[in-house]
């Protein structure tokens, strides 16, 4: 496996591993979103992955990444949803056996998604730390190879490909937006941008009810949050007591971290829908509930928010929805 160190290199390395296997998502002009900051805003549309979000990268770039014997040994993981998909995905495309262990707090959906990639199913107890064990055991155990979430070098390098991507389409980009919970996403898309420019302004967005990296960072260490359910399920869970990279990335280089109320972001799902057309999950919606609630300053900056995904519970979402503002 690869165990390089975690750099713009390990990036483009990530991106030549996941080629042909994940879109290269487009980078979509929002005028009223632009009109509503007062800046330029682009949408950089990771919903349109065919796992639904931006993960199938993290996930492929470190499948691709496995020797023979790994993949003989076939891949577990632990995931609120998303991540699971991804990997169900990633792991079918190579040929290789996934166990996804998830706890009972992830919506029936997402569930239905990842059996029908053809991945076994583990469903325990009310946490994804519980999850997190069993995982921990099949590894120990079976010899399977544990593909976390979000804390892995290869993880994050997949996700930074996304930062490879807007540098390249749009260079006079100065802010990047971007749903924050485990921090993979957050620290790639920041390791690649701020390598090319120091100066990129790095936000990330969490609901306020159990932001775990948001308050990790105020504690300078790594804390367990109390997991609470939330329109953006996809942000829950923790950043682990034993984080070995995200912690460390985010504190280095994101610049604010700003929390959404359950209602910014059913907002930011309600303007996604009516004015762009779009069917987001609630953690993609946070960077346009950020702007919608005035809580960032887009004056004169061009800045992309990332709409990180679309597994959506579609009774959940008509009901978000169809809510009168
Ligand atoms: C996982 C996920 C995030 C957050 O990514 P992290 O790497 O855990 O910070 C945001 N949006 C969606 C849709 C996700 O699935």
Redesign the pocket.
């Known amino acids: 496996m690869m165990q390089a160190g975690l750099d713009l290199r390990a990036i483009f390395q990530a991106r030549r591993r996941i080629a042909g296997e994940v879109v290269r998502t487009p980078l979509a002009a929002s005028p009223g979103l632009s009109a509503a900051a007062g800046g330029e805003v682009r949408l950089k549309l990771e919903l349109l992955q065919e796992s639904g ?3 199938l990268r993290g996930a492929t770039s470190m499948i691709r990444s496995l020797d023979e014997a790994e993949r003989a040994g076939g891949v577990v993981t632990v995931s ?4 699971g998909r991804a990997v169900a995905l990633a792991a079918r495309r190579a040929g290789i056996r996934a166990v996804v262990c998830l706890s009972h707090l992830v919506p029936g959906n997402k569930l239905e998604a990842i059996r029908a990639l053809g991945a076994e199913l583990r469903i325990i107890g009310r946490s994804q730390d519980e999850a997190a064990v069993e995982a921990g055991r099949l590894a120990r155990e079976d010899g399977m190879v544990l593909v976390p ?2 804390d892995h070098p290869a993880i994050i390098a997949g ?1 930074g490909t996304i930062g490879l991507e807007l540098a390249e389409d749009w260079p006079e980009l100065d802010t990047v937006l971007v ?8 620290a790639g898309i920041a390791l690649a941008l701020k390598t090319i420019d120091p100066a990129v302004r790095v936000i990330g967005i969490s609901m306020r009810e159990g932001a775990a990296m948001q308050a990790s960072l105020g504690a300078g260490r790594p804390l367990e949050v109390e997991e609470k359910a939330s329109l953006a399920d ?2 829950g869970g923790g950043i682990g007591l034993d984080n070995r990279w995200t912690f460390d990335l985010c504190r280095r280089l994101v610049d604010e971290v700003i929390l959404l109320d359950e209602e910014e972001i059913a907002a930011g799902m309600r303007h996604l829908f009516r004015e762009e057309r779009l069917v987001v ?1 609630g ?2 919606a946070v960077g346009v509930g950020a702007i919608l609630a005035g809580k960032v300053d887009l004056a004169g900056r061009c800045a992309a928010l990332v709409v ?2 679309r ?1 959506v519970d579609m009774e959940r979402f008509l009901d978000v929805v169809g809510g009168r503002p």
């Open positions: 979000a931006f993960k609120t949803g998303n991540h979430p979000f996700q749903p924050l919970s485990g921090g993979g996403l957050i996809s942000l999950e953690a993609a990180s995904g597994n």
